[in-house]
């Protein structure tokens, strides 16, 4: 029997229904359109009912040099108990922290159910060899992270690379196991929708469980518009296969209306479905804060001042 | 609301995410119990004595009583604009014409949320789209208009222009408030004065418009305000106009035609549609179906140019309806007044009949019907989102003009078929064409016979973009440049000719 040419790695995942296109993502269009979902008006139980939600997606970040034991041991309490006032404010879903700090982090949110999620891969660039970002990755995890988030390798994507993008996350995937994986796109640095999107299905298909906005490291991050992307690319996965792949935008979301916009949009996009920790992440370090004040100003109707809610 | 479904051992999932109600206040607008007919500045009783309710078409409610204006007092409306036309108005500077425009816009953006709920009231449009559409392009073409009333020399160089005096003004109900601007703003700079008459369902807006006249301190007479239904259109149509401008639906835009034959009367047209959407295998997929959606379920499908046939390359035909059926599961249809709704009321009884006419000859005629499941109001006019597969271009809901929330769908395999397709119709005012490649767009806009040609988008206005019809869709335009010269008397200026 003769042998089929030889694909690209990287191409036989979902691609295969789709061709011959990836399909690409106009603009002027997506931008109007997430402008659109924003103007969906939430208002009270729908409101509130998006804030509890909210906090229970939330990976709570610190990424910062200056991390120390104590910085991190006082976010992971503020994870599990993020208004101490309030016992009906649910936990986080996670602390991301470094690796360095995972053993700390561990200990505060043990019993919990808060997970701890750590970033490998030479975060933030991706500019390291293989070998020593599937050493990082495998090390994560033996360090007790629940999570992985990966970056892509930026560089090689723009220079057309795409099979040695998806051979690294393969091989992360690979190192980490049954460990949570999300893969980082780092979209402020992709320069075009069309890019977010060829990147979110390359990650899809090498076997990213999540795929994630950004590192948090740039000023351009998680607008509307790119998470829409994501999720029509997750959407258009889950058409043709069935398999579920979660989403989680970082950086840039810092106030609760913001995060009820982003949850409109994937309500919208993707469904009930997706409404759940498991499919769903705000990667955020300032947005807690603001959605725990939406939350109390909605159930008493006033707003409290921001000295009565923690800063850690 | 929160209640929480357990599926396996994951976290619960949401079982519903309902939007609590998010309703614009009505307190804003203030209607009255009885409106007169606004000739020379003020509301007068009208002479046929004869009043109706015009209606809210979400619950059927009645809002306020309207005069139905007889041929007496059309005549009496015309009689004063053309007063108002050789008193001062024509003689006027333009820079002063200038100045009553943009008063006009400016009060129009100032009162915007008053206007926006209103014309959701009384025209069942979602406020959504009277906020962010409706009003804010009314004012847009004020302003547009304003700019041009002192330089209509340099619009149309080495032609010496003049006004015609009166134009007599005939607009529909899908889009009362800008549809008048549409008409008044270009007849005004140019330098005529007006009678318009607004569409017998939705009259308030214009009422509305009156006092924005009165605040603008616009000159008495400048423009007059008759309501009624058919009847009065068909007097101020016989009546001592220069000039019929007419917006509505290509049968009466023919009885029109022939009754002014021979009469010298100038006439512009803007008629019904049936658009071709096209859309090309290589198109960016999500973003065309919002196109297609905003093209069909946009006011209700109450829109001349609405892209009412899809017809979708063969080799992506099933992945696009799939994503099209799934987006129409999303659209929230309800109380006009809701900032989530964004499908609002059919606009009348009779448009509901007609819609569910046509549905029915479809389903008939052995087309498939898809609507997404929703719950539709008890009172009121409502008609859920359609979508039609499995049409045949012989089919009447792929000929005839339905201006309800209804699509069909065709499919074709080669541009030129895709163009063959699309121009075979008797209507021609507006196409979309969704593609990545930007040669084929222009190669497809050369070859279609519609006035407006969309890109990777669809139902986007600009006051300095003409918008008008091809074939049974009327001639003339309104909008940019193209809308000030049916306003307008030319004489060619032969020194100016020579000289330049």
Redesign the interface.
């Given at each position: 029997m003769a042998q089929a040419p030889a694909l690209p790695t990287g191409f036989e995942l979902p691609l295969e229904p789709r061709l011959p296109r990836i399909g690409s993502v106009d603009q002027v269009a997506v931008e109007a359109r997430a402008t659109d979902l924003s103007r969906r008006s939430i208002k009270r139980e729908a409101k509130l009912f998006a804030l509890d939600l909210a906090v229970r997606m939330m990976d709570l970040t610190t990424l910062e040099g200056a991390d120390t034991p104590g910085k991190v041991a006082a976010l992971a309490s503020k994870a599990v108990r993020p208004d101490p006032s309030d016992a009906s404010v649910p936990s986080v879903a996670a602390v991301c922290v470094y690796p360095n700090l995972v053993q700390t982090a561990r200990e505060r949110v043990a019993g919990s159910g808060v997970k701890v999620a750590s970033v490998a891969t030479a975060f933030p660039s991706g500019q390291s060899p293989i070998d020593l970002k599937v050493a990082e990755a495998r090390r994560v995890v033996e360090l007790g992270a629940d999570e992985v988030d990966m970056v892509i390798d930026r560089g090689a994507f723009l220079a057309g690379r795409y099979a040695k993008v998806y051979d690294e996350i393969v091989q992360v995937k690979e190192a980490v196991a049954e460990t949570h994986l999300k893969v980082i796109l780092e979209v402020g640095e992709l320069g075009t929708y069309d890019n977010v999107r060829r990147a979110s299905l390359l990650a899809i298909a090498a076997g990213a469980d999540f795929i994630k906005t950004s590192t948090g490291k740039l000023s351009s991050s998680a607008t509307l518009p790119v998470t829409l992307v994501m999720l029509e690319a997750i959407r258009d996965v889950f058409e043709e296969t069935g398999r579920r792949v979660g989403m989680k935008p970082a950086g840039g979301i810092r106030n609760a209306k913001q995060a009820v916009q982003t949850l409109v949009l994937v309500h919208e996009t993707l469904g009930l479905d997706w409404l759940t920790p498991d499919l769903f992440r705000f990667g955020a370090s300032s947005l807690l804060n603001d959605v725990l004040m939406q939350i109390r100003k909605e159930k008493t109707g006033r707003y409290q001042s921001p000295e009565y809610f923690t800063i850690d | 609301?929160?209640e929480l479904e357990q599926r396996g051992d994951?976290?619960?999932?949401?079982?519903?995410?309902?939007?609590?109600s998010?309703p614009e206040s009505r307190e804003i607008v203030k209607l009255e119990e009885r409106y007169g007919l606004f000739i020379g500045g003020e509301f007068v009783e009208p002479r046929s004595g004869e009043h109706y309710k015009t209606l809210d078409p979400s619950s059927e409610e009645p809002l306020a009583e309207i005069p139905q204006a007889g041929p007496e007092d059309v005549a009496l409306a015309v009689g004063t604009a053309r007063k108002a036309f050789s008193d001062g108005w024509s003689a006027a500077s333009p820079a002063e014409r200038a100045k009553y425009l943009f008063r006009i816009a400016r009060i129009l953006q100032e009162r915007s949320r008053e206007f926006a709920v209103l014309e959701s009231l009384n025209g069942g449009k979602p406020i959504?789209e009277s906020r962010?559409v409706d009003v804010p392009l009314a004012a847009a073409h004020f302003f547009y208009y304003a700019g041009w009333a002192d330089k209509l020399e340099y619009a149309f160089p080495h032609r010496r222009q003049q006004p015609l005096g009166v134009a007599g003004q005939i607009i529909p109900w899908n889009f009362p408030l800008l549809m008048l601007a549409w008409k008044i703003a270009p007849a005004l700079a140019a330098g005529n004065t007006v009678v318009l008459k607004p569409a017998e369902t939705t009259p308030l807006s214009a009422l509305l418009f009156c006092d924005v006249l009165r605040q603008a301190e616009l000159p008495p007479g400048v423009v007059n305000i008759v309501t009624g239904d058919g009847a009065t259109g068909a007097a101020l149509v016989k009546s001592e106009v220069d000039k019929i401008a007419f917006t509505g639906s290509t049968e009466v835009g023919k009885a029109i035609q022939r009754e002014l034959a021979g009469t010298g009367k100038k006439l512009t047209l803007e008629l019904g549609g049936k658009a071709a959407n096209i859309i090309f295998?290589?198109?960016?997929?999500?973003?065309?179906v919002?196109?297609i959606v905003n093209g069909i379920y946009f006011n209700q499908g109450h829109v001349c140019c609405a892209g009412s046939r899809l017809l979708v390359q063969e080799s992506i035909y099933e992945p696009l309806l799939?994503k099209l059926k799934r987006r129409l599961t999303?659209l929230r249809v309800g109380d006009p007044l809701d900032?989530?709704t964004d499908v609002g009321a059919i606009n009348s009884r009779q448009q509901l009949d007609k819609i569910e006419e046509l549905v029915a000859a479809g389903e008939e005629e052995g087309a498939e019907i898809y609507q997404p499941p929703c719950r539709l109001p008890e009172k009121g006019y409502w008609f859920a989102p359609t979508v039609f597969t499995n049409v045949a271009q012989s089919y009447r809901i792929a000929q005839e003009e339905i201006f309800g929330p209804v699509l069909s769908v065709l499919t074709f395999r080669t541009p030129d078929e895709a163009v063959e397709k699309a121009n075979n119709t008797p209507y021609g005012l507006s196409a979309g064409v969704w593609t990545?490649k930007g040669s084929r767009i222009l190669w497809m806009a050369q070859r279609l016979e519609a006035g407006v040609i969309w890109a990777?988008?669809y139902n986007r206005f600009d006051p300095a973009s003409p918008f008008g019809g091809y074939k049974e869709s009327g001639f003339g335009r309104e909008g940019g440049l193209h809308g000030l010269e049916p306003y307008l008397d030319f004489r060619e200026d032969s020194a100016d000719v020579i000289g330049g």
């Open positions: - | 609301m929160a994951r976290t619960p999932i949401p079982a519903a995410w309902e939007y609590a998010a959504r962010d295998d290589d198109c960016a997929l999500d973003q065309a919002e196109g799939e999303t900032k989530n990545e990777n988008t």
